[in-house]
């Protein structure tokens, strides 16, 4: 069976924060600058294509106290165990994974999923369509709720959407972050604080 959420606990003034696709070099360490200074962790959901390229970028999030999750070695390469052992090189074990595009098909190897938790998402802020920060800000606005799993992107799948597809969101994560903590509580990714969608074979 695998194990899948889509979002933390209802009854709890909890919600995620989840970046994916870097480490990339034109926005990552400025989302931890951002985090840090609101004294607040993430989870990051890392392309192993970009953690091979970017090693210290990979050594700089696990330093800062953030959760790092596996999200394949790229979309179109969807190899967990190859973004796994790219991880593994840095002292790293997932027990987090993504799936491209939140679709649970891609995990077909279940000895790879035992123990492993496959997170979905409740709240997109859609970040990764061209919008602008005001409009990102809003939908996280509209869609958050207590559990809720909000996903952004620092990085990207494509090499050329790296140095500008982050931009707005980056405009738009200090106030998100100081709009969510008048009323919740920021958590990295917690087996026990996620609920967990109906068995799936």
Do not use: W
């Amino acid at each position: 069976m695998l194990r899948i959420s889509s979002h933390g606990l209802r009854t709890q003034k909890i919600v995620f924060l989840t970046f994916d696709d870097g480490p990339n070099p034109y926005f990552t360490e400025q989302v931890l600058k951002t985090l840090d200074e609101f004294g607040v962790k993430a989870t990051f959901f890392i392309l192993g294509a970009r953690a091979q390229q970017y090693p210290d970028l990979l050594c700089k999030i696990k330093n800062s106290g953030h959760e790092i999750g596996n999200h394949t070695y790229s979309h179109s390469l969807a190899d967990f165990d190859k973004c796994e052992q790219i991880l593994n090189q840095q002292g790293i074990q997932s027990q987090f994974v993504r799936p491209p595009y939140f679709d649970p098909k891609y995990c077909t190897d279940k000895h790879f999923f035992h123990n492993r938790t496959i997170i979905l998402g409740d709240a997109r802020t859609y970040d990764y369509t061209g919008i602008s920060a005001k409009e990102i800000l809003t939908n996280c606005k509209n869609n958050v709720q207590n559990g809720s799993i909000l996903t952004f992107h620092d990085g990207s799948d494509k090499l050329h959407e790296m140095p500008d597809r982050p931009k707005e969101m980056l405009k738009s994560l200090p106030f998100i972050i100081d709009f969510l903590l008048k009323d919740y509580t920021i958590s990295v990714l917690d087996n026990a604080l996620l609920e967990f969608n109906p068995d799936v074979d």
